[in-house]
């Protein structure tokens, strides 16, 4: 295990905010992550488990405790009759495994590329994109439990998982540490009909390549035209969830003149949508720019502390609920 202290929150953070986190536990094997608790525990130091840090924001105070990051890496293949099962270590890049998962001809999560952050992160929000989630492929998970300072392995049965959630961000919040994760993709490709952005896409450049690879190039390029790329703009990517919608409830939001998607996850309201009407798309706020093209996406052009991004949001949350009537909710979790 590899021991850092007062590290700034804002250097391990795609939105790059936040002050000092008193120390940052770099576990290299999963016997190391049973120490990095005993080492916090020893100070009565709370402690947070972090990834790439691309869902998460800092406060400027810092955090007085223990930040765990796992560094283990390694994807491993098992072939079963009529699929194959991957165990990624969760210090894995995700769009390294699903890089890896196209060039086999892997099916599953090639909609999932280019999403920032680690492996083990996947689970805990139920990564999702183009119409796949992560729940779709996962089989289980390796854990530690630092609530009985035992190693777990939970199926995705336990991890009751649904958008954007799972009881990783829930009710088991902070319990568990991802040491690993299994998924199983079949060989082949996405069948038509795609998410309608990748239709419209295929249709407009009159595509055939559908195999994992081919959905990779798109979605890349998809992603690339309207989102941040965190190497050169700090952001968290969506700041607000989407909103779903009962039937009857998206019944009475096409009666306003809402965009209702109904999709096989449900109905949906793009919040981007509300954001843009309200008159934020491209607007400075507190140095907190809203993102033109998806406007449910914040960057951090020159905000100086949490407390001008914690203004911004304010304003974009009540001017959209004063409008619509629709409360905003926030995607990324913060270090408290
Ligand atoms: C430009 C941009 C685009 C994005 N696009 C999408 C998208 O399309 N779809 C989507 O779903 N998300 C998207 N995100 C959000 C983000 O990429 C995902 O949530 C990703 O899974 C975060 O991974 P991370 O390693 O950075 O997690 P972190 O931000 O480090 O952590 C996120 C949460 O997971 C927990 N966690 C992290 N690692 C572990 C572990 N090993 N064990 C237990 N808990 C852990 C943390 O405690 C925290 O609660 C985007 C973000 C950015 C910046």
Same mark, same amino acid.
């Given at each position: 295990?590899?021991?850092?202290?007062?590290?700034?929150?804002?250097?391990?953070?795609?939105?790059?905010?936040?002050?000092?986190?008193?120390?940052?536990?770099?576990?290299?094997? +999963?016997?190391?992550?049973?120490?990095?608790?005993?080492?916090?525990? =020893?100070?009565?130091?709370?402690?947070?488990?972090?990834?790439?840090?691309a869902n998460?924001?800092?406060?400027?105070?810092?955090?007085?405790?223990?930040?765990?990051?796992?560094?283990?890496?390694?994807?491993?293949?098992?072939?079963?009759?009529?699929?194959?099962?991957?165990?990624?270590?969760?210090?894995? +890049?995700w769009d390294?495994v699903v890089?890896?998962a196209?060039?086999?001809?892997?099916t599953g999560i090639e909609a999932l590329s280019k999403i920032p952050g680690?492996a083990?992160a996947a689970p805990v929000q139920n990564i999702g994109a183009y119409g796949q989630e992560i729940a779709d492929t996962l089989?289980?998970?390796?854990?530690?439990?630092?609530?009985?300072?035992?190693?777990?392995?939970?199926?995705k049965?336990?991890l009751n998982f649904s958008y954007r959630k799972s009881?990783l961000n829930t009710?088991?919040?902070?319990?568990?540490?991802?040491?690993?994760i299994?998924l199983?993709?079949?060989?082949?490709?996405m069948?038509?009909?795609f998410y309608n952005s990748i239709?419209?896409?295929?249709?407009?450049?009159?595509?055939?390549?559908?195999?994992?690879?081919?959905i990779r190039?798109?979605v890349?390029?998809i992603r690339?035209?309207?989102l941040?790329?965190?190497?050169?703009?700090?952001?968290a990517g969506s700041f607000f969830k989407n909103i779903y919608?009962?039937?009857?409830?998206?019944?009475?939001?096409?009666?306003?003149?809402?965009?209702?998607y109904?999709g096989k996850d449900g109905n949906k309201i793009n919040s981007g949508?509300?954001?843009? =009407?309200?008159?934020?798309?491209?607007?400075?706020?507190?140095?907190?720019?809203?993102?033109?093209?998806a406007?449910l996406v914040?960057?951090?052009?020159?905000?100086?502390?949490?407390?001008?991004?914690?203004?911004?949001?304010?304003?974009?949350?009540?001017?959209?609920?004063?409008?619509?009537?629709?409360?905003?909710e =926030?995607e990324p979790?913060?270090?408290?």
């Amino acid at each position: 295990m590899r021991v850092n202290e007062n590290i700034l929150i804002s250097s391990l953070t795609t939105m790059r905010l936040g002050g000092p986190a008193r120390y940052v536990l770099e576990v290299e094997k +999963p016997e190391d992550v049973a120490d990095a608790y005993g080492f916090a525990r =020893q100070f009565n130091y709370p402690t947070f488990v972090l990834g790439f840090g691309a869902n998460t924001i800092g406060h400027d105070e810092g955090f007085k405790g223990a930040i765990i990051i796992n560094r283990m890496r390694g994807i491993f293949e098992e072939k079963l009759e009529n699929s194959v099962r991957l165990k990624v270590m969760g210090g894995e +890049p995700w769009d390294a495994v699903v890089e890896y998962a196209c060039n086999r001809n892997l099916t599953g999560i090639e909609a999932l590329s280019k999403i920032p952050g680690l492996a083990g992160a996947a689970p805990v929000q139920n990564i999702g994109a183009y119409g796949q989630e992560i729940a779709d492929t996962l089989v289980e998970i390796d854990v530690f439990d630092s609530v009985s300072d035992t190693f777990k392995t939970l199926k995705k049965e336990d991890l009751n998982f649904s958008y954007r959630k799972s009881i990783l961000n829930t009710t088991e919040k902070n319990r568990y540490f991802v040491i690993s994760i299994t998924l199983e993709l079949k060989e082949g490709s996405m069948a038509p009909p795609f998410y309608n952005s990748i239709e419209k896409y295929i249709t407009e450049n009159n595509l055939t390549d559908f195999s994992p690879k081919g959905i990779r190039a798109i979605v890349s390029k998809i992603r690339a035209e309207k989102l941040p790329d965190p190497k050169e703009k700090a952001s968290a990517g969506s700041f607000f969830k989407n909103i779903y919608l009962s039937d009857e409830e998206a019944e009475r939001a096409e009666s306003k003149g809402y965009p209702v998607y109904r999709g096989k996850d449900g109905n949906k309201i793009n919040s981007g949508w509300f954001i843009e =009407q309200a008159g934020f798309a491209g607007k400075v706020l507190y140095g907190i720019r809203v993102n033109e093209k998806a406007a449910l996406v914040l960057i951090n052009e020159s905000a100086k502390s949490y407390n001008d991004l914690s203004k911004a949001r304010a304003e974009i949350v009540g001017k959209v609920y004063d409008k619509f009537g629709y409360w905003l909710e =926030q995607e990324p979790v913060e270090i408290i």
